[in-house]
Structure formats: structure tokens, C-alpha cells
T-cell receptor
Framework: DAKTTQPPSMDCAEGRAANLPCNHSTISGNEYVYWYRQIHSQGPQYIIH???NNETNEMASLIITEDRKSSTLILPHATLRDTAVYYC?????????????FGSGTQLTVLP | EAGVVQSPRYKIIEKKQPVAFWCNPISGHNTLYWYRQNLGQGPELLIRYENEEAVDDSQLPKDRFSAERLKGVDSTLKIQPAELGDSAVYLCASSPILDGKFSTDTQYFGPGTRLTVL
């Protein structure tokens, strides 16, 4: 699986958009980009995933660059409850395809 | 819909003692995972089950760790004997049967069991 690089921490003002970057320059053509988050003392929670096209759901938007070497998770209106560690994961379709390989993630702190 | 249930939520034991964690996955999910999460790090996979079969246990320390998933539903992870370095959060996750689309295989995590070995 391709490795990802994320900033260790970010702050965001409540009500503003939170933009979390992720670099995955070695991603291969059939690998998806997944985002999970982990609120303190809870298990990770799925947010969104994508392959090539931008994706949006009720939680967030995922913007993947045309060359697929990086992506950005956007929380359009961050709230205090969005404070969590956000993990960007690139996942292979073959072999241990169901394994999620977590890095250290980005600690997002939403400030009042 | 009930989520993944784990118990206990917290466990404190002395080194060399045995310990067991229990997981009840989401109903209908045939794939079950056990992860270990050390402080300040992301979760690491220990074992993955497809129904009753352990299909990936390459990261499970087999000298002291064991797991079972009888009848392909609930699962138990055991450590015997526990060591100081086993202190971590043990997470269970499950995912539904693929419907032919890889992209729908999302994992759902339980709250975890925080183990402290003294």
C-alpha cells in the first residue's frame, strides 16, 4: 500500500472550513483514498473515500488532485465536536485488501 | 442499528496475568478485525476473520496472543501471559459482505478496550 504524509496537527476556528491535506505521491492506479477520524476515547469512524473524482457526503468533501498524488478533506463548517485525529489511508485492492494501514494522522483542534 | 460492541471498556491487570477481550460485531457483518493501538499511534491490525476463518493473522504475536470467532459472530482475543508492553487500546471492527464493489467495504469500529498492565 502507498504511504501517506499528513501534518501532525492543525487548528481551525469553529464555523470555518477545515481543510486537511494528505500527500500520497506513490499511489497506484487502483488504490482508493480513505479518510477516517478518531475522537478521543472512541474507535475510528469512517468519513469518506474516493478513487479519482471528488466526493461529497453529509460529513465532508474529498478533493483528489488530477494526478492523484494528494488529496484534501474538507469539513465545510467545523464544530467543536469535529476535534479528532484524522487519518488519510490509501488502500490496495489486492492481497490484504481489507487491511487499513493507519499512520499517525492529523490532530485537528477546532477552537471556539 | 447497534454498532460494534466491546467489553470490558477498561481492564487493569498485573503482568503475567491472563486477559480476554470480547467483541460483538454489527449484525450481518462477516468480516471481523482486531487492532491494537498504542498511545499516540494509529491502530495496527492483529487479525482478520472472514466468518469463522482467520485469513490474516500475520501480525498476531502467537506466543502469547490467541483469538477465536466461534460460529462466525462474536470474537474473543486473549493474551496469556500479559506483559508490560501489551498496555494499549484493543479495537474490534467489522465490515459487511462485499456486494461486488470493493469501495463499499467500510470498516466500523467499536469503542475499544483500554488495557493497562502493571
Amino acid at each position: 500500500d502507498a504511504k501517506t504524509t499528513q501534518p501532525p496537527s492543525m487548528d481551525c476556528a469553529e464555523g470555518r472550513a477545515a481543510n486537511l491535506p494528505c500527500n500520497h505521491s506513490t499511489i497506484s492506479g487502483n488504490e482508493y483514498v480513505y479518510w477516517y477520524r478518531q475522537i478521543h476515547s472512541q474507535g475510528p469512524q469512517y468519513i469518506i473515500h474516493g478513487l479519482k473524482n471528488n466526493e461529497t457526503n453529509e460529513m465532508a468533501s474529498l478533493i483528489i488532485t488530477e494526478d492523484r498524488k494528494s488529496s484534501t478533506l474538507i469539513l465545510p463548517h467545523a464544530t467543536l465536536r469535529d476535534t479528532a485525529v484524522y487519518y488519510c489511508i490509501v488502500r490496495s485492492r489486492s492481497g490484504s485488501a481489507r487491511q487499513l494501514t493507519f499512520g499517525s494522522g492529523t490532530q485537528l483542534t477546532v477552537l471556539p | 442499528e447497534a454498532g460494534v460492541v466491546q467489553s470490558p471498556r477498561y481492564k487493569i491487570i498485573e503482568k503475567k496475568q491472563p486477559v480476554a477481550f470480547w467483541c460483538n460485531p454489527i449484525s450481518g457483518h462477516n468480516t471481523l478485525y482486531w487492532y491494537r493501538q498504542n498511545l499516540g499511534q494509529g491502530p495496527e491490525l492483529l487479525i482478520r476473520y472472514e466468518n469463522e476463518e482467520a485469513v490474516d493473522d500475520s501480525q498476531l504475536p502467537k506466543d502469547r496472543f490467541s483469538a477465536e470467532r466461534l460460529k462466525g459472530v462474536d470474537s474473543t482475543l486473549k493474551i496469556q501471559p500479559a506483559e508490560l508492553g501489551d498496555s494499549a487500546v484493543y479495537l474490534c471492527a467489522s465490515s459487511p459482505i462485499l456486494d461486488g464493489k470493493f469501495s463499499t467495504d467500510t470498516q466500523y469500529f467499536g469503542p475499544g478496550t483500554r488495557l493497562t498492565v502493571l
